[in-house]
């Protein structure tokens, strides 16, 4: 392994031999785990239950490691112009490299290691000094200061001039307007205003994930995901409950009906969608089931005409706004599990408030159904409120099915593929309120002084904040590769990947930020308080963290892990 040279481009080449000698006790654990949990060519989901921890904790190290791959990947592009972009790469991989080495160090056993191999890691990693340098005190302080002294994108972005164009738009609309009525919308729980929707409807927000065809943004010729997280960062950088989160919605709808929707219900509702003239709702999650879709039981029968909807659902973000609340529902038996699922399309007038009830008209030819909603209280992530709802033999058309008869049991593979650009773009939303916690926390510590000086001017204020912005350039960077991934046809696993880091690193930057502001980040009349409680939300929804890294992420990382003798290993679980 080469040591420090002296030279940042060099220093860069050395962080990928890091990387790739932390990567290989990645996949010897990995490898491990897939001797203990495969079974006669297939994976026992009873064995992979009972490691649980190491399965976890190997999620969040290959997280940790990707996301340092490429963070180093960009900076090697502008190293020859921008030295602190260099510099902050070089800083968050030696800072991913304690991470994991700490994460596996705790256990090697239950990787398959013991700790020899732990120590002769540790010391091949320590003779070339690259943690030494990178995280030694002064030098971290060092690099926050220059960071400090940098405004917004602290490192250059190398978008095309269009991206930077609407970017920048979005960007002025979420300072003059979105965090102008941000705080009145969380401390009063209002809904989203019209100050809000209007001006997103006019600059065609609501249609950046679906194509042009459709009255969208998204070209015909091929997906480009950027636009979409360049929006929903700036949007959340504003406020992740009044904007971040309103074009979520559109991207899983508009994927769910472009892969299994008819020709005449795309043509119908994409660009009523792409106007914002219908704003749109995800109903999945029960009271019992959350991130276990398959086990969703919300019972659709049969009916002239139709399907009636019966039973609960819980936390439907927007229910109340939304005039169509995409549902998923059984229409199969409960032993079909997954195979049973379709997706409805749910018409409902526009609600204002917490509390909604809609009747149906028998005059429509709808029946005498019932929905109601009530908001659920929630600590943050206020404006779009996330609802309970109760349907009472709801009647739904059989056009309303996604994909129509032919769709009819196909609704959970028709939602995967809007989650899995829900999970990426959630992953936008965490840097959004990442950017807003690390600018509040540059502008205090250079305003507020303790004891005769700015905090800014302290070593560990300084430290803070150059890690700070680290951990948002590695999630910013690692979403935009991913995106990149899933445009190719790709991405599932990298987009739950990035969702487990970005949500976690946007916990400890908010946490940092309000910590940075002392008492007055306790405050609610001071908006770092607000990206604390909204920031928590990030690691719960769209796959909680738990069942991404372990029913998801790491399960297909096991799977994928070669064993020694080359088996092959089944994607199917074996029944234990």
Request: aromatic content about 8%; glycine content about 10%.
């Amino acid at each position: 392994m080469k040591t420090l040279s002296g030279s940042r481009a060099s220093d860069l080449e050395l962080a990928h031999d890091v990387l790739d000698t932390l990567g290989q006790l990645i996949d010897a654990a990995l490898r491990h785990l897939n001797s203990l949990c495969v079974v006669d060519g297939r994976l026992s989901q009873q064995l992979l239950d009972q490691y649980q921890l190491p399965c976890y904790e190997v999620s969040f190290c290959t997280a940790d490691h990707t996301a340092a791959r490429h963070l180093v990947d960009y900076a090697v592009s502008v190293c020859a112009q921008d030295d602190v972009a260099a510099w902050a790469a070089c800083q968050f991989a030696a800072t991913s490299v304690q991470s994991v080495m700490g994460r596996l160090a705790a256990r090697p056993v239950e990787y398959g290691m013991g700790s020899d191999d732990i120590a002769d890691a540790l010391r091949q990693l320590g003779e070339a000094g690259f943690a030494d340098f990178y995280l030694a005190s002064e030098r971290m302080a060092e690099l926050g200061q220059a960071l400090m002294a940098r405004e917004g994108d602290y490192v250059p972005m190398l978008l095309t001039d269009e991206q930077r164009e609407i970017r920048d738009a979005i960007r002025r609309f979420s300072t003059n307007v979105v965090m102008e009525l941000a705080e009145d919308i969380h401390r009063h729980d209002r809904d989203v205003p019209e100050e809000i929707l209007q001006p997103l409807r006019e600059m065609g927000c609501f249609g950046i994930s679906i194509p042009e065809r459709f009255g969208g943004l998204q070209s015909d010729s091929g997906d480009d995901s950027l636009y979409m997280i360049l929006a929903t960062e700036e949007l959340s950088r504003g406020s992740l409950g009044a904007a971040g989160s309103l074009i979520t919605r559109p991207e899983i709808l508009a994927r769910a009906l472009l892969t299994g929707g008819t020709s005449e219900q795309q043509k119908r509702w994409l660009p009523l969608v792409a106007s914002g003239e219908v704003l749109c709702a995800i109903s999945l999650t029960e009271p019992d089931y959350g991130s276990d879709l398959a086990s969703v039981k919300l019972k659709a029968t049969r009916t002239d005409g139709g399907w009636l909807l019966n039973g609960s659902k819980t936390w439907c973000t927007f229910a109340g706004t939304a005039s169509l609340i995409v549902t998923l529902a059984r229409t199969g038996d409960e032993s079909d599990g997954h195979k049973g699922l379709s997706c409805f399309l749910v018409k409902k007038p526009r609600c204002e408030g917490q509390e909604f009830e809609v009747r149906q008209d028998p005059a429509d030819g709808a029946g005498h159904g019932k929905l109601t909603g009530k908001a659920i209280p929630t600590i943050g992530y206020r404006g779009m409120h996330s609802f309970d709802l109760f349907f009472e033999d709801f009647f739904v058309s059989g056009e309303d099915v996604i994909g129509e008869e032919a769709g009819v049991g196909k609704g959970f593979y028709f939602v995967l593929t809007g989650l899995t650009g829900g999970r990426m773009q959630t992953a936008a939303r965490a840097s959004g309120v990442m950017q807003a916690a690390c600018e509040q926390a540059v502008e205090y510590a250079g305003n507020r002084k303790v004891f005769g000086q700015p905090i800014g001017g302290y070593q560990l204020t300084r430290i803070n904040i150059s890690r700070m912005v680290c951990a948002l350039l590695a999630a910013k960077h690692f979403s935009y590769a991913v995106a990149r991934q899933v445009d190719a046809g790709g991405g599932r696993i990298a987009a739950s990947l990035v969702k487990l880091f970005a949500c976690r690193a946007a916990e400890w930057v908010a946490s940092t930020s309000l910590q940075i502001h002392g008492g007055m980040g306790y405050a609610e009349e001071v908006p770092v308080s607000r990206y604390f409680v909204d920031a928590r939300v990030l690691s719960i929804f769209e796959g909680t963290e738990e069942v991404l890294a372990l029913r998801v992420i790491a399960k297909e990382l096991v799977i994928s892990a070669s064993n020694s003798d080359g088996q092959t290993v089944s994607r199917r679980p074996l029944k234990t």
